[in-house]
């Protein structure tokens, strides 16, 4: 393989990979090479999609011969140690001024170690989120690039062009340098997590408290997703609802297995926002909740516990079913405050200068959160670039305001018919507790100051005081101890 003919690259020839190259083969222009560690899986992608004209190629040499220069590559592996490896073999083939693009779904901090590894051999590495599953990567993802500016200049027309579409504007811009574009995709998971727990909670709710059917309850999210809630996930809760199992005749969602699995991302969202220091409370019992669903032994030992049974009955259906979509519209704006802190903060602790309003409008298609609502966050940045909780925003505020009642009042009756919600709870003690004027953490301090002599400030002073507990009892001066 001498003559280079193809002007991109695809390593990794499972679902994603086969599927972003054939986007990009369907490209005006565009001639793709693709590789895979097992060399029959290449053989069978270019001879299943003969219209793509695929460089087929068998070794990691012949790839990089096959690419025009400056070469581009685009991995789509496993995250972890094959991205590592599949790296390192490029590495030796590429040359500087070469780009190598990590479209899996890496760490975002392995991502900053890589991009400065790389870098000191001349070769650009950018690492970009890729969202949208295996029907975004053929048809237009929600692509999150980082990496050098210099970089983009090259890889911003090719991914432009694979992107998914809005209004116009493709799904698709320079997040950041290096980890910058992984960090964002890994909030954009963790919100999912969030968005699918609490739509999970609004279908149990409605159930039990309404007795209605799968099928009648895909009927009101497909009804919601006319309005304000309209998003691919309340679109595809209606589709798995409306499923009938064909080997028992009853709902499918009856017949799944009630465990929840998780890849990992919404656990690093959660880990990482606790590094930054973040609440990201809804995120956080998404993932607990998967977690919690997923022991089997521990929920047999406990199914026997004292408590409310679950059932309950509503007195007005219509009501109720209006409270949950305004509870659900109320923690799904919190979900998305606290994702946006989140990247606020990890902006801030790296050096990156994240448009918030761009990420949120990259959001509106080809990805799994895209919605209606996302609009909105993009305009609430473009009034105020410098809005320090998104949820303060006004258009948010009033949406808030709008459902609290309702919010409060579901909460209610799932705390007291025993019904589980943990993010609907969770969102709400997050909102409480951030517009409290007072909060109890100054008994916390005073608690920590008694202990530990952690030390606090007070309401009418400035400095910083202990008081001597275990002595007098006096207050004293004192050096900050946080
Ligand atoms: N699936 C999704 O919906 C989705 C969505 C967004 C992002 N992602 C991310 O996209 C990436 C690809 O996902 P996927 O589901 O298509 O594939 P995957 O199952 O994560 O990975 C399989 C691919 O990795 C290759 N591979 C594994 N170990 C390797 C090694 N040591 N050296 C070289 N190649 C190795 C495999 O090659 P062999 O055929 O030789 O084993 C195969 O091509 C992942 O990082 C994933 O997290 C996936």
Avoid at 115 to 131: P, Q, Y
Avoid at 269 to 291: H, K, M, W, Y
């Amino acid at each position: 393989m001498s003559n280079s003919q193809a002007n991109i690259g695809v390593i990794g020839m499972a679902v994603m990979g086969s599927n972003l190259a054939r986007n990009l083969a369907s490209r005006e222009g565009n001639t793709v090479a693709i590789y895979n560690r097992s060399a029959e899986k290449t053989r069978a992608v270019a001879a299943e999609f003969p219209d793509a004209g695929f460089v087929a190629t068998e070794t990691i040499e012949d790839f990089a011969a096959s690419l025009q220069k400056p070469r581009t590559a685009i991995i789509m592996v496993q995250a972890g140690r094959a991205t590592d490896a599949v790296i390192n073999q490029l590495v030796e083939a590429f040359e500087p001024g070469d780009i190598i693009v990590d479209g899996g779904n890496a760490l975002f901090t392995d991502t900053i170690r890589r991009e400065k590894a790389v870098r000191e051999t001349g070769i650009n590495f950018v690492g970009a989120g890729i969202s949208g599953g295996e029907e975004g990567a053929l048809l237009g993802p929600s692509i999150m690039p980082g990496g050098s500016a210099e970089a983009w200049e090259t890889l911003g027309p090719i991914l432009t062009s694979i992107a998914a579409v809005v209004d116009g504007r493709a799904c698709v811009t320079h997040v950041g340098t290096d980890g910058a574009g992984h960090f964002v995709k890994m909030i954009h998971n963790g919100i999912e997590y969030a968005d699918m727990q609490l739509i999970a909670e609004a279908y149990d709710l409605i159930r039990r408290g309404t007795g209605k059917s799968p099928a009648e309850i895909a009927e009101i999210f497909a009804e919601w997703n006319k309005g304000e809630l309209e998003s691919y996930l309340i679109e595809i809760t209606a589709e798995v609802l409306r499923q009938t199992d064909a080997a028992t005749g009853k709902p499918l969602v009856d017949v799944i297995v009630d465990q929840a699995g998780a890849k990992g991302t919404g656990a690093w969202t959660v880990q990482t926002a606790l590094d930054l220091g973040i609440p990201v409370s809804g995120i956080a019992e998404a993932v607990f909740a998967r977690s919690l669903s997923s022991k089997p032994a521990q929920r047999a030992a406990a199914s026997a516990l004292p408590g409310p049974d679950g059932d309950f009955a509503v007195a007005d259906v219509d009501a109720f079913v209006e409270d949950v979509r305004l509870a659900l519209y109320a923690s799904k704006i919190i979900a998305y405050s606290q994702g946006f802190d989140a990247i606020v903060a990890g902006a801030e602790e790296y050096n990156w200068d994240i448009k918030k309003g761009d990420i949120a409008a990259i959001w509106r298609g080809g990805c799994i959160i895209r919605a209606q609502f996302l609009n909105r966050i993009t305009d609430a940045y473009a009034e105020n670039p410098g809005l320090v909780a998104l949820v303060t925003a006004p258009y948010f505020t009033d949406a808030v305001a709008g459902a609290q009642s309702a919010w409060r009042r579901v909460v209610i009756a799932a705390a007291q018919a025993g019904i589980p919600s943990p993010a609907f709870s969770s969102s709400l003690a997050y909102y409480d507790g951030l517009r409290a004027d007072r909060l109890p953490a100054a008994l916390v301090q005073g608690q920590r100051d008694f202990f530990g002599a952690h030390t606090y400030k007070r309401v009418d002073r400035e400095g910083t005081f202990h008081t001597l507990w275990s002595g007098d009892r006096s207050e004293i001066q004192a050096v900050d101890a946080h």
